[in-house]
């Protein structure tokens, strides 16, 4: 039997997104446009020339001079209408609305005084479906100098939603109403990052991986390519980032870059061959404070139990906690991504900063009589000489081995040893003898049987 693991050195750090910053480039401003003033009669201004479906900033002065006055971002056919920003009859006040609120009525904003300018900035996504918009508006004195503002968020985009494939082309400036300093700007990230990087992939098999545009480290909406590319031998990657692992590649470590222009973000990936499954993320709670589950996939039909391994090491390396979970690998199915639940809790002394997290999956031993042993046993020849499996695990100077159903788990000079998760204390910790051989106190036998 051998032990075939699945993934190594995973820090804790590492299993959540990773986003690179680049050098952002400058926003796009698509269109600019003076002073505009309609009276009886709404006037279009020509807009940017598209409909658009990205993170953008619409904004704009805005003298509102009678009821119904104001600004709506239009459709290129004029038959939708989206954020519609108007000055409303509210109860005798001439009142600052956005229109496109719950059932279609206005979201009240503040009074409005006619010889007033308000800089208005919209900013959204029209790319989305049931997207909303935050509002910004200014109040300007005669000088042009802001002397109050206020915010609103989540204000709907009434009709233009992706699903429609509608978005915004033009600014219809109503009757009764002047605008000026007019500009529309399409935001640009700042970085690029990967969504839940595989941490392995497997020889022979395809894996999709994606990443997305960021801006200060939330997410954007930007309608731009993605240039994806692969470092390692008999490995590639198509132009939509699906990987894909040749037959005969050999184990390595592969990087996987995304790009666009001066940003880009890259993932380390580790190629395996016969591992029985292969894991993509480790799921945590919020508080930090467990491993909830593992996100994998079974490479291939196994119809035995296999053992997922858990182990924490501190700062120093050294280990210090082990966790042991059988899963039965027959009721999942091969080649789908399947949430394995672990529970395991983290060490109260767990730092997140500093520790590493370490899983690795593997097959099951079946039951087995263990001979009677005295002193001190060589470690690799006792495993494998009565039917188990054992493997260095050469990093942290750990040895890994399963036998009559049980795993443990030993680092040399530790005499803190784990099996099936438990941590036992031996009178001789492992060593390597001058020859090479690797030997602890005999209790170890014992703990197995």
């Known amino acids: 039997m051998e032990i075939k693991r699945v993934l190594t050195a995973i820090s804790v750090a590492s299993l959540m997104v990773v986003t690179a910053a680049g050098v952002q480039a400058a926003d796009d401003v698509i269109y600019e446009s003076g002073r505009t003033e309609a009276k009886d009669e709404f006037v279009d201004l020509s807009g940017w020339g598209y409909e658009l479906f990205t993170r953008s900033t619409?904004?704009?002065?805005?003298?509102?001079?009678?009821?119904?006055?104001g600004i709506t971002l239009r459709s290129e056919d004029n038959t939708k209408g989206g954020t519609s920003i108007r000055a409303v009859d509210r109860n005798g006040t001439l009142t600052m609305a956005a229109y496109g609120g719950v059932e279609g009525n206005y979201i009240y904003y503040n009074a409005v005084d006619t010889e007033t300018t308000y800089h208005i900035t919209l900013i959204g996504t029209y790319g989305v479906t049931n997207g909303m918009i935050?509002?910004?508006?200014?109040?300007?004195?005669?000088?042009?100098?802001?002397?109050?503002?206020?915010?609103?968020?989540l204000i709907l985009m009434n009709q233009m939603y992706a699903s429609s494939g509608?978005?915004?082309?033009?600014?219809?400036?109503?009757?009764?109403?002047?605008?000026?300093?007019?500009?529309?700007?399409?935001l640009k990230p700042d970085s690029l990052g990967f969504v839940s990087p595989p941490q392995t992939v497997a020889v022979g098999s395809t894996t999709e991986i994606k990443a997305k545009y960021y801006r200060d480290g939330e997410e954007l909406d930007y309608d731009a390519p993605i240039e994806y590319s692969v470092t390692g031998d008999a490995v590639s990657i198509s132009a939509d980032g699906v990987i894909t692992v040749a037959e005969n590649a050999p184990e390595q470590n592969i990087t996987v870059t995304a790009k666009?222009?001066?940003?880009?973000?890259?993932?380390?990936?580790?190629?395996?061959?016969?591992?029985i499954f292969t894991i993509n993320t480790a799921l945590f709670n919020e508080e930090g404070t467990a491993l909830?589950?593992?996100?994998?996939?079974?490479?291939?039909?196994?119809?035995?139990?296999?053992?997922?391994?858990?182990?924490?090491?501190?700062e120093n390396g050294t280990l210090q906690d082990c966790f042991v979970k059988n899963v039965p690998a027959k009721a999942i199915s091969a080649g789908e991504d399947t949430e394995i639940i672990l529970d395991y809790t983290l060490p109260e002394n767990f730092n997140r900063d500093t520790w590493l997290i370490e899983i690795q999956a593997w097959g099951a031993s079946e039951a087995t009589t263990l001979p009677e042993t005295k002193g001190e046993i060589a470690i690799r020849r006792f495993f494998e000489e009565n039917g188990g499996?054992?493997?260095?695990?050469?990093?942290?100077?750990?040895?890994?081995?399963?036998?009559?159903?049980?795993?443990?788990?030993?680092?040399?000079?530790?005499?803190?040893?784990?099996?099936?998760?438990?941590?036992?204390?031996?009178?001789?910790?492992?060593?390597?003898?001058?020859?090479?051989?690797?030997?602890?106190?005999s209790e170890l036998v014992d703990l197995m049987r």
């Open 58 to 69: 619409f904004e704009a002065d805005v003298q509102f001079k009678d009821i119904d006055s």
């Open 134 to 153: 935050d509002m910004t508006v200014d109040t300007l004195d005669e000088n042009g100098n802001v002397v109050e503002s206020k915010k609103s968020y």
């Open 166 to 186: 509608v978005g915004p082309e033009h600014i219809r400036v109503e009757a009764n109403t002047v605008v000026d300093n007019v500009k529309v700007t399409v």
């Open 260 to 275: 666009n222009g001066d940003i880009k973000t890259e993932a380390q990936i580790k190629v395996v061959s016969g591992v």
């Open 292 to 314: 909830e589950a593992v996100s994998a996939v079974k490479n291939y039909f196994y119809n035995n139990n296999a053992v997922f391994v858990v182990t924490a090491y501190d």
């Open 389 to 441: 499996a054992v493997e260095w695990i050469g990093e942290h100077s750990v040895v890994a081995g399963m036998i009559n159903g049980k795993t443990a788990v030993l680092q040399i000079g530790n005499s803190n040893v784990f099996v099936n998760g438990e941590s036992y204390t031996i009178s001789t910790a492992p060593y390597v003898s001058e020859d090479w051989v690797t030997y602890v106190g």
